[in-house]
């Protein structure tokens, strides 16, 4: 059964800096695309970064260049680097994976993700 564990949540202040984990099971590993997803109270889940099994990324545009994906398959492991934290940047991580490609094009919205994990807490103070 896949499962994907998050950790590395956490409360700082803006211009901060956390590094999420998630661990992702061994047959998961391999998952074509894994995500970052965040959600804030009385908001829905954006996509906040993808990377693919290539190695190949992309960001929201409200986090390109502070934040940063990569996965570490020997490790079965997927994490999110968190640079310049703004308190807009609170709310809910949660990581998600597609393990086999549904279209041909980038999974930007939840639904395209088979699997979820059950988030980690990132609070920014100004």
């Known amino acids: 059964q896949v499962q994907l564990v998050e950790s590395g949540g956490g409360s700082v202040q803006a211009g901060g800096s956390l590094r999420l984990s998630c661990a992702v099971s061994?047959?998961?590993?391999?998952?074509?695309?894994l995500g970052w997803f965040r959600q804030a109270p009385g908001k829905g889940r954006e996509v906040v970064a993808i990377?693919?099994?290539?190695?190949?990324?992309w960001y929201a545009g409200s986090v390109q260049g502070r934040f940063s994906i990569s996965r570490e398959s020997a490790k079965h492991t997927v994490y999110l680097q968190l640079n310049s934290l703004k308190p807009e940047d609170s709310g809910m991580y949660y990581c998600?994976?597609?393990?086999?490609?549904?279209?041909?094009?980038?999974?930007?919205?939840?639904?395209?993700?088979?699997?979820w994990g059950q988030g980690t807490q990132v609070t920014v103070s100004s």
């Open positions: 061994k047959d998961a590993t391999d998952a074509h695309y």
């Open positions: 990377i693919d099994k290539s190695g190949i990324t």
């Open positions: 998600a994976a597609q393990i086999h490609p549904k279209k041909p094009m980038w999974p930007f919205r939840p639904l395209d993700y088979d699997y």
